[in-house]
């Protein structure tokens, strides 16, 4: 049944423009079936699921490869089915008010719900190539969604950003698997998970799948092609760069941290950098003025903290990770969905020229404070439950983490309180700054348009005050995580702990934070952003161009005889080499057995010599001629009369033929600047013309067989019926090489005929 | 059933010389050569399945007994190759009655396709060292008068390029060939097993070298691929596409059943051709990204792409023979369809410079989806069939430790990507070209307007169809990996084993 719901979702993408075509803007409802549908089958299936019995699927795919589409949900898979297919069915609902109609809103629809199918896909996959498979098929899916609106400059450098930063990472991680995958002996994910293998090369798949993981949940240092993804419209950013795709590099992690945590590399290095991002993206958040860029900053910092709790692969702090990714899922999607009703209403997202919203949208206004406040970790919002387990996680672990990990947890909770500020604040209550312009005229969003939302703030509530009715999926989620711990139940108040403290501490300093937020912003301009990220990765491609230009200017320079010398250096270096260095000539043949032989060949080599020497054509034709008829000459020393006469013919041929077209041409060689040293020729004609005498030489000595020729002397005329062995090999023993050689001529003599054709139809038809 | 084995060359013969017989009637031509591709594609199916079923069949011309006549042999790899081959050669026939003008066709177009099919066929089936010179021979001058077919300056100038060197190739083909021959007395590829066995080492290596070399050359491995790119852009689309396509694998093959047969070396992994594999990747993907025109793009992803398929071969183990030879059917399907799209958009802008085109995709929707597909298969992406390859080829490299060349290849890979998407972003998407940056005369513009921005683009049925079917094939190929890849396998398993190969071609 999942084969046949990610086959649903490609049958409703592939769809797509048709239903477009004649549907509008329904072909949202239509596309929302697919995920519609999966949300119905996990209902289903998940009372089961809960109890720990995880449903399996398999397609055989290439055995050999051990790839097969083997598809497996457990609590954990089925809680991100939640956040895929459940917010899925709300982002199409929401696509429909956010579109006017346009005519290329089928292939929006179509992108959209292939990144549902594959985003689905990574969180059922078992298999490991599989689970690649649907990874980088959301990679390319975020790449259509970001180039959406692909007149505009920005949202294709964008887009090729995003995909080049996920695919490279992707690339790594596809090599990391084959190193796990190989060591364990499987590649199912839940196989490699029940026995960890150990080993060096282990370790380095990990930090190549880590890198993997990083880069798609945009992680320090890779995090800043998700704040360039936000040119996407608005459905996308909520969906694909808040809610889903972003997670994928958190949930393998989360997947992989209870298994191989205790690798020595492990929880330093995915704590440091969840919490390094988490850190980094809340500052960067704070100086935000675009309100859709804020909130991508926000994610980043989100990520940061998942990336924390879930990878350090404790019990405690694994189930604080799995909550956050539910609480993160609604309110970090309801803000989205926000900003895209302020922009489409007020036709604008910048806070600066924001005002009074709270009063022209007061019920975009209440969804945003209460997904704002869940954001900021207030009771008694999901947010807030969240957040009390992760300090209380964080704080049982302590022993195993350090108290660093807490310490960055709470500071980065202070930053989110004060960007959520910030949000709400400059979004919908400041007055407008009048440099800025004065503020823009909002409508009143349609109801269809504000359910999604409010939808979503709804969950956001519910769960807050009633923890209890998320309790099972959350904790089959850690259980599916860890296996051996009892996860405890989800609650508001958990007394007067210290997690209550540093949450109160949270909340005082993120006012604190707001209050002055004038000086935060100074503060802000004389330390700048997180030099690099951005930089490093225009100065990457760029670098790469003009390493590319300046190679490929040097490699391909456009000149014949640099490419003949080095395709003759090969030659006579590399056979020349090894055949010239590794042996010895044992008997050296006799090199002439006449003093005929030796005049002819002199003769030869003072015609080569000649040739390549004269200055006029006509010349060096003569000389080229002689060469011929000295070979010509060997054949008849040798006693091969028919083949010293096809010889002499195909050489007088030649120098006519040559005579007919040096009338065209000038009489003198034309005086090429020598772009190849008149010395390196010497050194290529010379070393060529060695190697292949020393190579002839030694091929002529080591012979141990009989030749076959002697078969063709001696069933020329019992077998074949004629005299001349030369002849019946041509016409008989070897006749397939004639008709070749035949054929030649013939479509030599057709591209002449061509070539004449087309010159007397008066284009010039070149030499 | 060894009948079935020179087929697909005879048939092509015969089909060139009555179709030279019939110059100046077009669609007899057309028909025939139709009539011609789809007999030899069924043959080579048919040989395809018997060797499946039967192992290697041999069949000697002229009846002449091996070692002494010219001996024909369809094994795993050979009957992959033809098969794959005159499946290119079909699509990109009917991919020609919509694109070649009038007048090119009158040329000689389709007598000259038709050897090119012969020769091409000749030297996947010959297993004799001679006549694969003599195959090659019909391939390069028939190649030559598709190139120059039309004779414009610019096609006559890059035919320069590319004649020449491929003539000095020859020579060196067949001084090899000469050289193997006062070795060792033969020429037949079986019987040279034996004899180049005997042969001192130096001399066999050497020898073995030479022949990497020349084929190299035909391969356009690194450093002999000078010509390649400066050649095949010329060329009329569905010609280009056949030479993207087929030509340089026919080199591929010789290079693989060249040094798995004749000089295996010490059966281990080779870091040589492995270091050859690698810098083929790369100097070509960088290639690649510093072109701006669209063909000549992908012919610089040819190069880059061989590296793949080389790498194989110098793994020389079973996985990564077959993951080579998976490469190479795969490749030749996604680069022949991408050449076609050039055509396509080619035909419908009257130029295929990135720097004047844009907005592709709005106008004809099929178009880009049939350039994204192939596009991100040559990548090597999920899940298509590049993507099979390639994984393929990281399993068994790093199973071997080959840890450098799995690098490089993951990061050409990621390179390759790169240039794709420029492809994609400055032709697919973007604004249109402005009507004064296409060329006035653009040349078979006048049915399709292709210059107001918002109007749809429609190609021929012939080009649209052909094109589409081999994105489909390149599809089918990646849902289908599992029964070829066993294919492939048993076919890699046929050439590092050789007994059967020695016993259908010498008997006993």
Redesign the interface.
């Known amino acids: 049944m999942l084969l046949a719901l990610l086959a649903l979702h490609v049958a409703v993408a592939l769809a797509a423009?048709t239903v477009a075509g004649r549907a509008g803007r329904w072909v949202f409802a239509f596309c929302g079936l697919a995920p519609a549908a999966v949300v119905v089958w996990a209902s289903g299936r998940a009372g089961g699921i809960l109890a720990g019995r995880a449903v399996e699927e398999t397609l055989?795919?290439?055995?050999?490869?051990d790839?097969a589409v083997t598809l497996r949900v457990d609590g954990f898979s089925l809680l991100m089915i939640a956040l895929v297919s459940g917010v899925g069915v709300l982002i199409f609902a929401y696509s429909w008010s956010y579109f006017e109609p346009r005519p290329?809103l089928g292939?929006f629809a179509a992108a959209l719900t292939g990144f549902a199918g594959a985003m689905l896909g990574v969180v059922v996959a078992d298999n490991l190539?599989v689970l690649?498979?649907f990874w980088?098929?959301t990679s390319?899916t975020s790449?259509l969604l970001i180039?959406f609106e692909?007149?505009k400059e920005e949202a294709?450098g964008a887009?090729?950003q995003a995909?080049?930063v996920t695919?490279?990472g992707g690339?790594?991680m596809?090599?990391g698997f084959?190193?796990i995958g190989?060591a364990a002996g499987t590649y199912s994910l839940s196989q490699v998970l029940a026995e960890p293998p150990t080993g060096t090369a282990v370790g380095i798949g990990l930090l190549l799948v880590l890198l993997g993981a990083f880069t798609k949940s945009a992680q320090v240092p890779f995090h800043s092609w998700l704040p360039g993804a936000m040119v996407a419209p608005t459905p996308v950013s909520a969906y694909l760069h808040s809610a889903t795709m972003v997670k994928a590099g958190v949930y393998l992690v989360a997947r992989l941290a209870p298994a191989f945590g205790a690798v020595v590399f492990w929880r330093p290095l995915v704590v440091g950098v969840g919490v390094a991002t988490m850190l980094v993206g809340g500052w960067r958040a704070l100086r935000q003025f675009d309100l859709k860029l804020l909130l991508a900053f926000g994610t980043v910092s989100q990520l940061g903290f998942m990336m924390a709790l879930l990878g350090a692969g404790t019990p405690e702090a694994t189930f604080a990770g799995v909550v956050l990714l539910l609480a993160h899922g609604a309110f970090k999607c309801a803000l989205f969905l926000v900003v895209g009703i302020v922009d489409h209403e007020a036709g604008t997202r910048d806070l600066r020229r924001l005002s009074g919203l709270r009063h022209a949208l007061p019920i975009t206004f209440a969804v945003a404070v209460v997904a704002g406040a869940s954001m900021a970790g207030l009771p008694p919002l999901l947010g807030f439950v969240a957040k009390e387990l992760a300090y209380d996680g964080l704080l049982a672990d302590a022993h195993q983490l350090g108290l660093a990990p807490l310490a960055g947890a709470v500071a980065g909770s202070v930053l989110t309180f004060g960007y959520t500020a910030r949000f709400l604040w400059g979004g919908f209550a400041s007055p407008v700054d009048v440099r800025a312009g004065a503020p823009p005229h909002a409508h009143r969003p349609s109801a269809a348009f504000l359910a999604p939302a409010v939808t979503l703030a709804a969950v956001t509530v519910v769960l807050g005050a009633l923890p209890g009715l998320a309790d099972g999926l959350s904790a089959a989620a850690a259980t599916a995580l860890q296996e051996h711990h009892e996860p405890p139940h989800l609650a508001l108040w958990h007394g007067v702990t210290p997690a209550l403290w540093l949450s109160v501490l949270t909340v005082v300093a993120g006012v604190a934070l707001f209050a002055t937020r004038g000086r935060v912003e100074a503060l802000q301009e004389r330390v700048g952003g997180l030099p690099g990220a951005q930089e490093a990765y225009d100065r990457a491609?760029d670098g790469?161009?003009r390493?590319?230009?300046g190679?490929?200017?040097v490699?391909?320079n456009?000149s014949?005889p640099?490419?003949?010398a080095?395709?003759?250096l090969?030659?006579a270096v590399?056979?020349?080499g090894?055949?010239?260095?590794?042996?010895s000539l044992a008997s050296p043949p006799p090199l002439a057995e006449s003093w005929a032989q030796v005049v002819v060949t002199v003769g030869i080599l003072v015609a080569s010599v000649a040739t390549v020497m004269m200055r006029r054509r006509f010349a060096a034709v003569l000389m080229l001629g002689s060469v011929g008829y000295g070979v010509a000459l060997l054949f008849v020393l040798q006693g091969a009369p028919d083949l010293a006469l096809t010889q002499f013919l195909i050489e007088t041929l030649s120098v006519i033929l040559f005579v007919l077209v040096l009338r065209h041409l000038p009489d003198r060689f034309s005086h090429h600047r020598w772009r190849l040293g008149q010395a390196l020729r010497w050194v290529v004609a010379v070393g060529v013309g060695v190697f292949?005498f020393g190579?002839?030489l030694?091929?002529?000595t080591?012979?141990?067989?009989?030749?076959?020729?002697r078969?063709?002397l001696e069933?020329s005329l019992p077998e074949a019926g004629g005299h001349n062995v030369v002849n019946v090999i041509l016409v008989?023993?070897?006749?397939?090489?004639t008709?070749?050689?035949i054929?030649?001529l013939?479509?030599?003599a057709?591209?002449v005929?061509?070539?004449v054709?087309?010159?007397r139809?008066g284009?010039?038809?070149?030499? | 059933m060894s009948v079935l084995v020179p087929l697909p060359v005879a048939v092509s013969l015969l089909g060139a010389a009555v179709s030279l017989a019939l110059h100046g009637r077009v669609r007899l031509q057309r028909a025939l050569g139709l009539a011609v591709c789809i007999v030899a594609t069924g043959t080579a199916v048919a040989l395809l399945t018997i060797v499946q079923r039967e192992g290697v069949v041999a069949t000697q011309a002229g009846g002449w007994p091996a070692p002494f006549g010219i001996t024909l042999v369809v094994d795993g790899f050979a009957a992959i190759m033809v098969t794959i081959s005159t499946l290119m050669l079909l699509g990109c026939l009917v991919y020609a009655f919509g694109q070649l003008d009038a007048e090119r066709e009158r040329l000689y177009f389709h007598p000259v396709y038709l050897v090119l099919q012969a020769g091409v066929c000749l030297s996947f089936l010959t297993g004799d060292l001679f006549n694969l010179f003599v195959a090659f021979e019909v391939m390069l001058i028939a190649s030559y008068v598709l190139l120059v077919l039309g004779g414009s300056q610019e096609q006559v100038g890059s035919g320069m390029t590319y004649v020449v060197i491929n003539l000095l190739a020859s020579t060196l083909f067949v001084s090899g060939v000469g050289l193997v021959y006062a070795a060792t007395g033969s020429v037949n590829m079986a019987d040279l097993v034996g004899r180049l066995a005997e042969l001192p080492p130096n001399l066999r290596g050497g020898l073995g070298l030479l022949f990497l070399v020349v084929f190299g050359v035909k391969a356009a491995l690194f450093p002999l691929f000078f010509w390649l790119p400066d050649s095949y852009p010329a060329a009329p689309t569905a010609v280009a596409a056949v030479f993207a396509g087929l030509l340089t694998k026919v080199g591929v093959y010789a290079v693989m059943r060249t040094q798995t047969l004749l000089f295996p070396g010490d059966g281990g992994p080779s870091t040589l051709i492995l270091g050859v594999a690698g810098a083929t990747m790369f100097v070509g993907v960088l290639g690649a990204i510093a072109q701006s025109d669209i063909k000549r793009i992908l012919s610089f992803h040819i190069i880059s792409q061989i590296g793949y398929m080389i790498m194989g071969l110098g793994l020389y183990t079973l996985a990564g023979l077959a993951a080579g030879i998976f490469y190479i059917v795969h490749h030749i399907v996604v680069k022949t369809a991408l050449f076609l799209v050039a055509g396509l958009v080619e035909r419908a802008e009257g130029t295929d410079a990135l720097g004047r085109l844009g907005g592709f995709a709005r106008r004809a929707p099929l178009v880009g989806a049939l350039f994204m597909l192939p596009a991100l298969s040559l990548a090597g992406l999920p899940p298509l069939s590049g993507f099979v390859a390639k994984l393929a080829l990281v399993r068994e490299g790093l199973a071997l430790d080959r840890v450098v060349i799995v690098g490089v290849g993951l990061l050409v890979s990621l390179f390759t990507l790169f240039s794709m998407t420029k492809v994609w972003q400055r032709v697919f998407w973007g604004m249109g070209p402005s009507p004064e940056a296409v060329p006035p005369g653009a040349r078979h513009g006048q049915a399709t307007a292709p210059i107001a921005g918002g109007s749809r683009v429609r190609p021929p049925a012939t080009m649209l169809g052909a094109t589409a079917a081999l994105v489909a094939l390149s599809l089918v190929i990646a849902a289908t990996a599992g029964p070829l890849y066993t294919i492939t396998e048993r076919a890699a398993a046929d050439m590092l084993d050789t007994t059967d190969y020695l016993r259908a071609v010498l008997g006993g």
């Open positions: 423009p055989r795919w290439v055995p050999a490869l790839l290329d292939r190539f690649y498979v980088e098929l390319i790449y180039g692909d007149d294709r887009a090729l995909l080049l695919v490279a690339l790594a596809l090599a084959v190193l190989s491609v790469l161009q390493l590319s230009e190679l490929t200017g490699v391909q456009g014949l640099v490419y003949l080095v395709i003759l090969t030659a590399l056979p020349g090894a055949v010239l260095l590794g042996g292949m190579f002839a030694m091929a002529g080591a012979r141990t067989r009989q030749p076959i020729s078969y063709f069933n008989d023993f070897r006749g397939l090489d008709l070749g050689e054929t030649v013939v479509v030599a057709l591209g005929a061509s070539l054709r087309a010159s139809r284009e010039p038809a070149g030499p």
